[in-house]
């Protein structure tokens, strides 16, 4: 007996298929170990693939996944090709299970793609709550073809310029923060490296020891398994170690009505996952995008990558 289908009371749907896609222990047996688990999805991994190229996101709620290792062990189960990428900000804390963003948890993540503005990014990511947060520290997905969608009934002149002429992007990084992502302090071998890794196009250093790196032109909108999707972020943001400017690749701004039709669909259909402890949440990261809700500590949401 496989999973049993469940839902969760966030839970939307999109062209007639639910978003995520909640799967939870079989109804008969008590098969809800971690063991179970990765059972099932050993013998289910083909089924999984699948709801996940259709629904864009999986939850499987309500097993006993209690460690770093454990999560470890479903993660292998899926046999997906391990994905790594060493200028992430990140520690290994079991085989190939990290620590998620460092980004203080009052501090809002916003959405975005996993490692969109490098060149080759990962296709899959596992989220795993070892500690929900006592309040807030919700992680939010959202399908970015129904941002585009809707973009286009809203303001479809911005998405044909955005197709057509492209972004400009700065991403501004404080000294300490890219000389962490890029792991030397040598500015000659930070730009080769970040030539090499990321999609920029060249590399400035300023006089207060920061970076910019200049993307575009760009076409945010990207095509994958047929679906057009809003993959590289047109709303600028700022936090501590970094920001970013954001531009039509003319330089001329993007208008104010685009950046307000992308935050209002973004609030009217993101979907808030309120963690439980030994929550395993699937992501299609080439149609669904990521953020972290503020929240009090304790809480420990781990990932892992996969190609």
């Not at 896609?21 to 699948?50: I, M, Q």
């Not at 770093?68 to 804390?93: H, I, K, L, M, Q």
């Not at 207060?208 to 993307?215: C, S």
């Given at each position: 007996?496989?999973?049993?289908e469940?839902?969760?009371?966030?839970?939307?749907?999109?062209?007639?298929?639910?978003?995520p896609?909640?799967?939870?222990?079989?109804?008969?047996?008590?098969?809800?170990?971690?063991?179970?688990?990765?059972?099932?999805?050993?013998?289910?991994?083909?089924?999984?693939?699948?709801?996940?190229?259709?629904?864009?996101?999986?939850?499987?709620?309500?097993?006993?996944?209690?460690s770093?290792?454990?999560?470890?062990?479903?993660?292998?189960?899926?046999?997906w090709?391990?994905?790594?990428?060493?200028?992430?900000?990140?520690?290994e804390?079991?085989?190939?299970?990290?620590?998620?963003?460092?980004?203080?948890?009052?501090?809002?993540?916003?959405f975005?793609?996993?490692?969109?503005?490098?060149k080759?990014?990962?296709?899959?990511?596992?989220?795993?709550?070892?500690?929900?947060?006592?309040?807030?520290?919700?992680?939010?997905?959202?399908?970015?073809?129904?941002?585009?969608?809707?973009?286009?009934?809203?303001?479809?002149?911005?998405?044909?310029?955005?197709e057509?002429?492209?972004?400009?992007?700065?991403?501004?990084?404080?000294?300490?923060?890219?000389?962490?992502?890029?792991?030397?302090?040598?500015?000659?071998?930070?730009?080769?490296?970040?030539?090499?890794?990321?999609?920029?196009?060249?590399?400035?250093?300023?006089?207060?020891?920061?970076?910019?790196?200049?993307?575009?032109?760009?076409?945010?909108?990207?095509?994958?398994?047929?679906?057009?999707?809003?993959?590289?972020?047109?709303?600028?943001?700022?936090?501590?170690?970094?920001?970013?400017?954001?531009?039509?690749?003319?330089?001329?701004?993007?208008?104010?009505?685009?950046?307000?039709?992308?935050?209002?669909?973004?609030?009217?259909?993101?979907?808030?996952?309120?963690?439980?402890?030994?929550?395993?949440?699937?992501?299609?990261?080439l149609?669904?995008?990521?953020?972290?809700?503020?929240?009090?500590?304790?809480?420990?949401?781990?990932?892992?990558?996969?190609?």
């Amino acid at each position: 007996m496989g999973f049993t289908e469940g839902h969760v009371e966030e839970e939307r749907e999109f062209h007639g298929r639910v978003f995520p896609k909640t799967l939870l222990p079989p109804s008969e047996g008590g098969r809800n170990s971690c063991g179970e688990l990765v059972e099932l999805v050993a013998e289910e991994r083909v089924r999984l693939s699948e709801l996940l190229g259709e629904h864009g996101a999986v939850l499987l709620r309500g097993f006993a996944v209690g460690s770093a290792e454990e999560f470890s062990s479903v993660v292998e189960a899926f046999g997906w090709d391990e994905y790594v990428f060493d200028g992430a900000n990140r520690t290994e804390v079991a085989e190939r299970v990290y620590t998620a963003s460092a980004a203080p948890l009052h501090v809002v993540i916003p959405f975005h793609h996993e490692m969109a503005m490098i060149k080759e990014f990962p296709r899959k990511i596992f989220f795993y709550c070892l500690q929900p947060a006592p309040e807030g520290g919700q992680t939010s997905i959202i399908r970015s073809d129904v941002i585009v969608e809707k973009l286009q009934e809203k303001v479809p002149q911005v998405v044909e310029k955005l197709e057509r002429c492209g972004l400009k992007t700065i991403l501004r990084a404080r000294r300490e923060s890219w000389q962490r992502m890029l792991k030397t302090d040598d500015r000659a071998e930070a730009e080769k490296r970040a030539l090499e890794t990321l999609a920029c196009n060249s590399v400035q250093f300023n006089s207060d020891g920061g970076a910019d790196f200049i993307y575009g032109p760009i076409n945010p909108i990207k095509e994958f398994n047929g679906n057009k999707v809003l993959f590289n972020i047109i709303l600028g943001y700022e936090n501590v170690e970094r920001s970013t400017y954001i531009t039509f690749a003319d330089g001329s701004p993007l208008p104010s009505d685009a950046t307000d039709a992308v935050s209002k669909i973004i609030d009217e259909n993101n979907v808030d996952i309120n963690w439980q402890k030994g929550d395993v949440l699937l992501v299609d990261n080439l149609g669904v995008q990521h953020a972290r809700r503020p929240g009090k500590p304790p809480r420990t949401v781990l990932v892992s990558l996969s190609r």
